[in-house]
């Protein structure tokens, strides 16, 4: 039985397949004071730095201002060490947990001989009672897992700091300043456990607070007290110390952790250098766009600049004045915005320039829920826009896959002079993964339409691609103009007669073939012949690996696919729906690529959907695909 794999967005991790690999899972949960995404960011760090496969993904209260100790004001990240992109949403090896809240949402996610790591400071009586517990579930009689190890973080961070107690006389920090610290004790307790060197963090935090030298002194000594508690009390008495996987750095390359943001703002900034031209990222503050907005701000030059607009449209709009003076413009959105920005799409595809969109995708309608996952704007990016204005549409698989998508999304810009669209989703934005920084000589080269300057060209004649000229402004006997006024076929003269409306509509829409032969076909893992296959798309991939995975060991010859290129489709997606007698389309909607694949293909198939704001369970996935497969077609 042969297996066809293929892996796009990390090379050097290795073919997924439907082979189960050994992982292992940490959850860290808590209150926002209590630090839970700068422990998750550092503990990442100090593996990545490793070279340790690491996998991350963090989870924030839907509710931005939620009160202390309550369920609504839980943070949370979830890690695995896995050779591929292991899932780690159904259970955990290892939980920390900060306060009761954290215990009491995330106590049925810990395996049966999981440890559970225990901040008892927090377990006061009112905690407790917040979080919904009638008695400690720590000690005695109500402890919930025998592996409990219950540590007072609080005092004994203080201890290490102060030597006294916080705000008496003679203290070096007031007891607010302590408490910020105890996630740094916490942080060399689990780096000790996973056997992790602890210098990452020390640099990490010298270049945080070198200009605070107090609060410096009181991290390092709060972090590094944790460390050497965990070897010296034998805190962890019943259970070996867990070694990470063999590290992935090789001779020669480095490993680092990388966000999803991270490797997109990376890959905008290396289109500037490669191409000599011009990438300007203009965006609004709208969450969850934000987050690279940020980032953007703090990385400019080196041919990359940023703008904060007032609105999308406006943002939208700075972006296409760049393409329009021969550079590549850029724009994130979300929510909202995206809808606000159909306008200027729409001139993008009809005056033939190069348009990128990052789009984040959230949960919910209008403001809805920023801070949840769904994959909610496929049928925006696909339809919303006026008239016959194709759109490309892109979805990164992973937080690494977002440097190689947003490459070629620039690629597929730039050659074809079109708008890209690439939908992210929280699942790989703000997820973190290890990533071995690739050779520069390894990354594609950009190819650019021909030049009218160097051929004898007119400004709309095309090339094999179907793409016109990109004429730089200013170029010397090659004025032309552009506009979203409809013209004549291969000409800038403007016509509203139908039977050249008709002609252009048939050539962006061969344009949109022609980008679908430039992606290539779609890959499929999995068993010849198989009788089910499973098909998703964005940041559900390692979850939907995994239950098919899963569902393979229980007999069932299976198939999976994830598509990328959403927008053409790729070529030989309906050869690849009729090869399986049954198909599951997976999705964080209401089915919207199930409706498309089934108004253009016929095949037997369900849509499997989820639409609470969450990712997809493993076992839930598994069977749904178990009940279908055995289902009488």
Same mark, same amino acid.
């Given at each position: 039985?042969?297996?066809?794999?293929?892996?796009?967005?990390?090379?050097?991790?290795?073919?997924?397949?439907?082979?189960?690999?050994?992982?292992?899972?940490?959850?860290?949960?808590?209150?926002?004071?209590?630090?839970?995404?700068?422990?998750?960011?550092?503990? &990442?760090? &100090?593996?990545?730095? $490793?070279?340790?496969?690491?996998?991350? *993904?963090?989870?924030?209260? &839907?509710?931005?201002?939620?009160?202390?100790?309550?369920?609504?004001?839980?943070?949370?990240?979830?890690?695995?060490?896995?050779?591929?992109?292991?899932?780690?949403?159904?259970?955990?090896?290892?939980?920390?947990?900060?306060?009761?809240?954290?215990?009491?949402?995330?106590?049925?996610?810990?395996?049966?001989?999981?440890?559970?790591?225990?901040?008892?400071?927090?377990?006061?009586?009112?905690?407790? %009672?917040?979080?919904?517990?009638?008695?400690?579930?720590?000690?005695?009689?109500?402890?919930?897992?025998?592996?409990?190890?219950?540590?007072?973080?609080? +005092?004994?961070?203080?201890? &290490?700091?102060?030597?006294?107690?916080?705000?008496?006389?003679?203290?070096?920090?007031?007891?607010?300043? *302590?408490?910020?610290?105890?996630?740094?004790?916490?942080?060399?307790?689990?780096?000790?456990?996973?056997?992790?060197?602890?210098?990452?963090?020390?640099?990490?935090?010298?270049?945080?607070?070198?200009?605070?030298?107090?609060?410096?002194?009181?991290?390092?000594?709060?972090?590094?007290?944790?460390?050497?508690?965990?070897?010296?009390?034998?805190?962890?008495?019943?259970?070996?110390?867990?070694?990470?996987?063999?590290?992935?750095?090789?001779?020669?390359?480095?490993?680092?952790?990388?966000?999803?943001?991270?490797?997109?703002?990376?890959?905008?900034?290396?289109? %500037?250098?490669?191409?000599?031209?011009?990438?300007?990222?203009?965006?609004?503050?709208?969450?969850?766009?934000?987050?690279?907005?940020?980032?953007?701000?703090?990385?400019?030059?080196?041919?990359?600049?940023?703008?904060?607009?007032?609105?999308?449209?406006?943002?939208?709009?700075?972006?296409?004045?760049?393409?329009?003076?021969?550079?590549?413009?850029?724009?994130?959105?979300?929510?909202?915005?995206?809808?606000?920005?159909?306008?200027?799409?729409?001139?993008?595809?009809?005056?033939?320039?190069?348009?990128?969109?990052?789009?984040?995708?959230?949960?919910?309608?209008?403001?809805?829920?920023? +801070?949840?996952?769904?994959?909610?704007?496929?049928?925006?990016?696909?339809?919303?826009?006026?008239?016959?204005?194709?759109?490309?549409?892109?979805?990164?698989?992973?937080?690494?896959?977002?440097?190689?998508?947003?490459?070629?999304?620039?690629?597929?810009?730039? $050659?074809?002079?079109?708008?890209?669209?690439?939908?992210?989703?929280?699942?790989?934005? $703000?997820?973190?993964?290890?990533?071995?920084?690739?050779?520069?000589?390894?990354?594609?080269?950009?190819?650019?339409?021909?030049?009218?300057?160097?051929?004898?060209?007119?400004?709309?004649?095309?090339?094999?691609?179907?793409?016109?000229?990109?004429?730089?402004?200013?170029?010397?006997?090659?004025?032309?103009?552009?506009?979203?006024?409809?013209?004549?076929?291969?000409?800038?003269?403007?016509?509203?007669?139908?039977?050249?409306?008709?002609?252009?509509?048939?050539?962006?829409?061969?344009?949109?073939?022609?980008?679908?032969?430039?992606?290539?076909?779609?890959?499929?893992?999995?068993?010849?012949?198989?009788?089910?296959?499973?098909?998703?798309?964005?940041?559900?991939?390692?979850?939907?690996?995994?239950?098919?995975?899963?569902?393979?060991?229980?007999?069932?010859?299976?198939?999976?696919?994830?598509?990328?290129?959403?927008?053409?489709?790729?070529?030989?997606?309906?050869?690849?729906?009729?090869?399986?007698?049954?198909?599951?389309?997976?999705?964080?909607?209401?089915?919207?690529?199930?409706?498309?694949?089934?108004?253009?293909?016929?095949?037997?198939?369900?849509?499997?959907?989820?639409?609470?704001?969450?990712?997809? *369970?493993?076992?839930?996935?598994? +069977?749904?695909?178990?009940?279908?497969?055995?289902?009488?077609?």
């Amino acid at each position: 039985m042969e297996e066809k794999t293929v892996n796009l967005g990390n090379p050097d991790l290795g073919a997924p397949s439907l082979a189960l690999a050994p992982a292992h899972a940490l959850r860290m949960t808590g209150d926002a004071h209590d630090g839970i995404a700068m422990l998750s960011h550092l503990f &990442a760090l &100090a593996a990545g730095s $490793r070279g340790y496969h690491l996998y991350s *993904v963090p989870e924030y209260p &839907a509710e931005i201002r939620s009160h202390a100790n309550t369920l609504a004001g839980v943070h949370t990240s979830s890690l695995a060490f896995a050779p591929y992109h292991e899932p780690i949403d159904d259970r955990t090896s290892f939980l920390l947990a900060m306060n009761p809240a954290g215990l009491k949402l995330h106590e049925s996610c810990l395996e049966k001989d999981g440890i559970l790591l225990a901040n008892s400071d927090s377990f006061g009586a009112e905690e407790l %009672a917040c979080a919904g517990y009638l008695e400690n579930p720590l000690a005695g009689k109500n402890q919930l897992f025998h592996r409990t190890i219950s540590v007072p973080m609080a +005092q004994l961070t203080n201890h &290490a700091i102060n030597l006294t107690r916080a705000g008496e006389k003679g203290a070096l920090l007031s007891y607010r300043e *302590v408490d910020r610290c105890r996630n740094l004790f916490a942080l060399g307790m689990l780096l000790w456990y996973y056997s992790i060197p602890i210098d990452p963090v020390l640099r990490w935090l010298k270049q945080k607070f070198s200009v605070n030298p107090s609060i410096l002194d009181a991290s390092q000594k709060a972090f590094k007290a944790g460390f050497i508690y965990s070897e010296t009390a034998n805190v962890f008495p019943q259970v070996p110390a867990y070694h990470p996987l063999e590290s992935l750095s090789k001779k020669g390359r480095i490993c680092r952790m990388i966000s999803g943001n991270d490797a997109s703002l990376l890959a905008l900034k290396h289109v %500037a250098l490669k191409t000599n031209r011009p990438v300007l990222l203009a965006s609004t503050s709208r969450p969850p766009s934000h987050e690279i907005c940020s980032l953007a701000a703090k990385n400019t030059g080196d041919g990359f600049s940023f703008i904060l607009a007032d609105d999308e449209h406006a943002a939208a709009s700075i972006a296409i004045g760049v393409s329009y003076g021969g550079g590549l413009g850029c724009t994130a959105v979300s929510g909202v915005g995206f809808p606000h920005q159909s306008e200027v799409v729409s001139l993008a595809s009809a005056a033939e320039l190069p348009l990128l969109l990052l789009e984040y995708q959230r949960a919910g309608i209008s403001t809805g829920l920023p +801070q949840r996952v769904a994959q909610s704007d496929l049928g925006m990016a696909l339809m919303g826009r006026n008239g016959e204005a194709p759109l490309v549409v892109l979805a990164p698989d992973s937080p690494s896959d977002c440097f190689a998508l947003t490459l070629l999304a620039a690629k597929v810009a730039m $050659r074809f002079l079109a708008p890209v669209c690439i939908l992210h989703d929280l699942l790989n934005s $703000r997820a973190s993964e290890s990533w071995l920084i690739p050779e520069p000589e390894s990354l594609p080269d950009f190819e650019f339409p021909h030049f009218a300057s160097d051929s004898s060209s007119g400004p709309y004649e095309c090339d094999d691609h179907l793409a016109r000229p990109w004429i730089t402004p200013g170029t010397p006997g090659k004025e032309h103009r552009l506009g979203g006024n409809e013209r004549k076929l291969n000409s800038p003269q403007v016509s509203f007669l139908p039977q050249d409306h008709l002609a252009m509509n048939r050539h962006r829409a061969a344009r949109m073939q022609r980008i679908a032969e430039f992606l290539g076909p779609l890959p499929v893992s999995g068993d010849n012949g198989a009788e089910i296959l499973v098909l998703g798309w964005g940041g559900t991939k390692n979850v939907l690996e995994a239950a098919c995975a899963m569902a393979k060991k229980s007999g069932i010859s299976i198939a999976f696919a994830h598509l990328r290129f959403l927008n053409p489709l790729p070529k030989n997606m309906e050869m690849i729906l009729n090869s399986y007698p049954k198909v599951i389309v997976a999705e964080l909607n209401s089915g919207r690529l199930f409706a498309l694949l089934k108004e253009k293909f016929e095949f037997n198939g369900i849509s499997f959907t989820r639409q609470d704001g969450l990712n997809f *369970v493993i076992s839930q996935v598994e +069977q749904a695909i178990i009940q279908f497969a055995r289902r009488e077609s």
